[in-house]
């Protein structure tokens, strides 16, 4: 597969030794079944930002740094040691413009070992040195490695291959670039042209993308984004922000099918609380945030205070109403399911490495579960949004197909990405859509569903 250029920012003031021993800690966290974004949290602050951009490079070329390793050193050291030694050897594979020069990085690598594991050092100096001396004929043995090759598990490959078999390598290829930064502008203060604008007058260089999206030239910390504070702008990918549209114009997309000021909506897995603050921007709702995670809740409560918005928010498990619904049927609910989060793979480099095979099974088993305790809280002619930030079917479109041959009073909407699968591909084809987004959104799944009168 061609390799994306690399493009590593790290802190200029730290030594990069320094950041290689944290990077190493992160990635060992990672490789021991933690989050990545769990393992920088504990980054001390003025290397995280370094740590975090050579953490992203190494967990995307994760694969190929195990091959080589296995090569070279078929018996793995101690964690500690592999780590840094992955870590290394990730930033020395020939994938577009080296970060550093080769030699410096080994020297610093080295001395990153003296710091960690001082007994490992001679052996970090061996290995990484014959990297360099053998790195063709080495780069060329380890692609025989699929885990190599395309940087993923194998089996998540195996699922691509099934899913979409004529754009499987695509979707690959497109997990190792760098995602963009979107905004959503609240659209009770403005609108995406009149933000562009705003931008432009701090030097941010950007482009409107519908009415209400902005993505950016170049990432920036949300401190420099005008009025984020006070609620002007958030941060959420533009395949995300198609949830509000497609639950509030509703079936058919016409003016008599949108829904009415005060309707009463619940965003059944609400946390980090994008969705539920877009909806309310766009209209006025009653809407209930359940999260069955309370720190994660939390963070609904703090995105809606920054907005200037107001929601009830629950501390509840979805698929158990009994224990949170008032009786009151919802005329509207939003379903945005655990999933795999195949689809965001450019954001999160992690996921692939802490999903297994078994997990897509599992996962699939929860989102029926939600589905099945969820559709008899909804009215008659209500309408359901089942989304997922998944490119795997059984997260998607087979979830749903299944669905409905359970459930006779359940119908599809058909109109454009209305159903369908996004693709985190720069045309992001869907089953049911021909607009195609302007910029490379995530990868999603969504369908609308009504219920039909009895």
Excluded at 2 to 25: F, M, V, W
């Amino acid at each position: 597969m061609n390799a994306p250029p690399r493009t590593i920012t790290a802190h200029p003031a730290l030594p990069l030794s320094r950041l290689l021993n944290h990077t190493a800690d992160a990635v060992q966290a990672v490789r021991a079944g933690q989050s990545l974004n769990d393992a920088l949290a504990r980054c001390p602050t003025d290397a995280r930002p370094g740590t975090q951009a050579l953490s992203f490079h190494t967990l995307r070329w994760l694969g190929s740094a195990l091959a080589v390793r296995a090569l070279l050193a078929p018996k793995a050291p101690p964690p500690p040691v592999d780590a840094l030694l992955l870590t290394a050897l990730a930033l020395l594979w020939p994938a577009g413009e080296p970060p550093y020069a080769d030699h410096a990085l080994v020297d610093q690598a080295v001395a990153a070992a003296r710091q960690r594991a001082p007994a490992s050092a001679a052996f970090v100096n061996a290995v990484l040195r014959r990297f360099l001396r053998e790195r063709d004929a080495t780069v060329a043995a380890a692609r025989r490695d699929p885990a190599a090759a395309f940087n993923h598990p194998p089996w998540w490959v195996e699922h691509l291959q099934r899913d979409w078999p004529e754009r499987w390598q695509e979707v690959l290829r497109a997990d190792n670039q760098r995602a963009p930064m979107s905004l959503r502008v609240n659209a009770r203060q403005s609108d995406a042209a009149g933000y562009v604008l705003r931008l432009a007058e701090q030097g941010l260089a950007a482009r409107a993308v519908g009415s209400h999206g902005v993505v950016l030239a170049e990432p920036c910390p949300v401190g420099r984004l005008p009025g984020f504070a006070q609620g002007a702008v958030s941060v959420q990918d533009l395949a995300a922000q198609m949830a509000a549209r497609l639950l509030l114009d509703g079936i058919g997309g016409e003016a008599s099918a949108r829904l009415l000021p005060g309707a009463r909506v619940l965003d059944a897995c609400a946390a980090p609380g994008g969705k539920t603050a877009h909806l309310l921007e766009c209209a006025d709702l009653d809407v209930l945030a359940l999260d069955q995670d309370a720190t994660r809740l939390a963070r609904v409560t703090e995105t809606l205070a920054r907005l200037g918005l107001q929601a009830q928010t629950v501390a509840a498990d979805a698929g158990q109403p009994q224990a949170w619904w008032d009786g009151r049927p919802f005329d509207a609910i939003l379903l945005d399911a655990p999933c795999s989060a195949s689809g965001i793979v450019r954001r999160h480099p992690d996921v692939r490495w802490l999903r297994r095979a078994s997990d897509i099974a599992a996962l699939a088993a929860t989102q029926a579960r939600l589905l099945e305790a969820l559709w008899p809280l909804l009215k008659p002619q209500g309408r359901l949004l089942y989304c997922t930030c998944s490119v795997f079917q059984a997260e998607g479109r087979h979830q749903i197909d299944a669905f409905l041959q359970r459930h006779g009073n359940a119908e599809v909407a058909l109109q454009p990405g209305s159903r369908g699968h996004l693709l985190p591909l720069a045309d992001n084809p869907s089953e049911h859509r021909h607009d195609a987004i302007e910029s490379p959104g995530d990868g999603f799944f969504y369908s609308l569903i009504q219920k039909r009168r009895d």
